[in-house]
């Protein structure tokens, strides 16, 4: 396990369907970020899980999104209904210590597109 | 709130010239302070950081960074550029003193470096 995973590399959803990435830090990782990138900007922030605890949510993250971390390992993030404006490059991101004194490791990330 | 701007939105170099990105920040407390970059349709890779400590901080590919903190700027450097440094590079910041763990990252700079 070298790196931060995320699955699927690329989905390409209809308006209003449901979608769900998932994502696997690296083992050691306690900390678990999600993050959203449209074109042209950097990323943003969404949530924030310390082992399986939901600590921080954006006001980015509306009713339709939601994130868990069901064993303090894995991850996924699903989108309801989706629409045009998710379209994104959605990151996740995994850290290790109390302070992220270590620093962040990002996954490749997962393109959504809605058409 | 917690910010970061990057004003350029493009740097060009020719190779073997050294270069410059800018980056300045606004926290209410103290910073920890990031570098990433950032290849076509793939995550962010790690460059380098700045949490406590020597103000020049060295990173991965020769990459080094100063932190400024009157200017609160975070400036990243290299004392010769490669045409493989092309890529787009991020700014990022996460105030030490509130507990929360997001980082904010700026909208980015892209280097091009010439041959």
């Known amino acids: 396990d070298t790196g931060v995973s995320q699955d699927p590399r690329h989905k390409i959803t209809k308006r209003g369907q449901n979608v769900t990435f998932r994502c696997d830090p690296i083992?050691?990782?306690?900390?678990l970020y999600w993050y959203r990138q449209t074109l042209g900007q950097g990323p943003e922030f969404l949530t924030y899980?310390?082992?399986?605890?939901?600590?921080?949510k954006s006001r980015l993250l509306s009713d339709r999104f939601s994130a868990e971390r069901p064993k303090g390992s894995f991850s996924t993030l699903e989108i309801q209904r989706t629409e045009q404006g998710d379209s994104a490059m959605y990151l996740c991101a995994s850290s290790l210590g109390a302070e992220g004194f270590y620093g962040y490791t990002f996954g490749s990330g997962t393109r959504l597109t809605v058409v | 709130a917690q910010s970061v701007a990057q004003p350029e939105d493009q740097v060009n170099v020719a190779e073997g010239n050294p270069l410059t990105v800018k980056c300045t920040y606004s926290?209410?407390?103290?910073?920890?302070l990031f570098w990433y970059v950032q290849y076509p349709n793939r995550g962010l890779q790690f460059l380098l950081k700045?949490?406590?400590?020597?103000?020049l901080v060295k990173g991965s590919y020769g990459f080094e960074a100063e932190f400024n903190k009157s200017q609160t700027s975070f400036h990243l450097k290299k004392p010769s550029a490669l045409v493989s440094d092309s890529a787009l590079y991020f700014c990022a910041v996460r105030d030490r003193d509130t507990g929360f763990q997001k980082l904010v990252f700026g909208t980015g700079t892209r280097l091009l470096v010439s041959p």
């Open positions: 926290v209410s407390g103290n910073p920890y």
């Open positions: 083992s050691e990782h306690n900390r």
């Open positions: 899980f310390q082992n399986e605890a939901q600590l921080e």
């Open positions: 700045y949490i406590t400590g020597d103000n």
